[in-house]
């Protein structure tokens, strides 16, 4: 529920398309299965093969407050696969399906770090695309610990974002009351008080939804408005020489786009199902 605020924000701009690429039940912490490959890591990278976006919105992050394990490289003898030709001892395999490195819980300092690589990941599988990307950090949820647990990974998504450069949409004042406790209902993006959330406590009413479309409108107006394609120029081959004069000049000048949105996709990307 939570993209279709945007969906409706821009149903009058048709030169911008909104694409959904929803994963339910996957965030950053949630591919402990794979230690090799993480989960998110090779699904984001699938997807990103058959999409072509102008600008990439992510929200992620509900369900990722659980343990992480610190991937630990595999070498022969310290847990790798085993070569065609070894023999391995029912030890071996017992190490062999022993997850590697440490355990540490959510919220603890080791947890961060390992989850801000994480972060940092994602960031830079997004940017092999060379678009804008524009990170959306999570409400407030039902519950004090709740609530807090989504301050707390803010923080994170807003820091690394930062650093990364991209843009981070801090959509925390529109889901909360004066104290900045959760708030079922609350203005709309009109102003008039509405429902913003569901009975569940974490999604989104259609009127929170459409609260939430317009803080990424915002930022998705004007990074694709800022955004500069590149223009082919002619070639060596393409340039005739001026009348009266032994310099070659090209035979058209730069191209300047009269709309710069024209035909512009955005595409967006949740990966926590508990949020749509």
Known sequence: MAWYGLEQVFAETPEIGIVR???????LARDEARLDVPEWSQTVKDLLATEKPNAIVVMLG???RLPLRDRVPATKGTGALPDDNDHPTAATAEVQRRPPG???????DKWAELYSKRIDDMI???????????????????GAKSTSDMS?????????????????????????????????????????????RTYDGVNFTKAGAEKLGHYVEH???????????????????????????????????????LRARQETTAWRDWFDGAMV
């Open 219 to 257: 930022e998705l107006r004007r990074v694709l408005t800022s955004h500069v394609v590149p223009v082919a120029l002619p070639g060596p081959d393409e340039q005739s020489p001026a009348k009266g004069a032994g310099v070659a000049r090209p035979v058209i000048g730069p191209v300047v786009p």
């Open 62 to 64: 509900v369900t990722d």
């Open 102 to 108: 440490g355990n540490y819980e959510f919220h603890t």
């Open 21 to 27: 690429k929803i994963k339910p039940d996957l965030g």
């Open 124 to 142: 830079a599988t997004l940017k092999t695309k060379g678009v804008p990307i524009v990170w959306v950090g999570l409400p407030a949820i039902r």
């Open 152 to 196: 707390y990974l803010n923080e994170l998504y807003r820091a690394r974002a930062e650093k990364a450069g991209i843009i981070y949409v801090d959509l925390w004042d529109g889901f909360v009351d004066d104290q900045g406790h959760y708030a079922q209902q609350g203005p709309d993006f009109q102003g008039q008080t509405r429902r913003l």
